[in-house]
């Protein structure tokens, strides 16, 4: 009987062994696939730079591959009105190692709406002051949430204004002194 129990227990590791080795090269022959897949653009993504090229006179022409541009990647730079918003100063308490923010920043809006994100600019002040003020010090210093401050600040105008109304926002100032 101890003979057949040493058998049952030799044969469980080898084929624990074998699926992890069949596992792991598996995951290894999918990956390098993966990897040849995008690294060679068979199937182009939909923001490829390989697919739309702008030509000399400023038009949108259709890149090699023939890929027709949509809605959203075929606008034109004429398409869009910057609208400029006064700069805020915030200040951060006095606990911060930095006592003031200084931030300056442009709307990028259809021009059909620019008169009415003008219109609405002392709200659209209101929101980003109340944001900034209320971000801890350590965010603001921190280079890599500036993405994120930035999508979170966008999405509070876009609440404001309307989505349609806002496509972007650009910070040209953002100085903590």
Known sequence: MTDLAMSQNEETPKKGKKGLVYGVLGAAILGGLAFFVTYTGIFPSAGSDSEIVAGSSGAIAEGEKGATSDAKGGEMASDVTFVALDPLIISLGKFASS???????????????????ENLSPRILDVLNTFLRAVSESELEDPASMNRL?????????IVVGEE??????ITEFVLN
């Open 150 to 158: 930035r999508a979170q600040m966008l999405r509070r105008v876009q």
């Open 165 to 170: 109304n806002v496509r972007d926002l650009l």
């Open 99 to 117: 006592r003031h923010l200084r931030f300056q920043s442009y709307l990028e809006v259809p021009p059909a709406a620019a008169k009415e994100v």
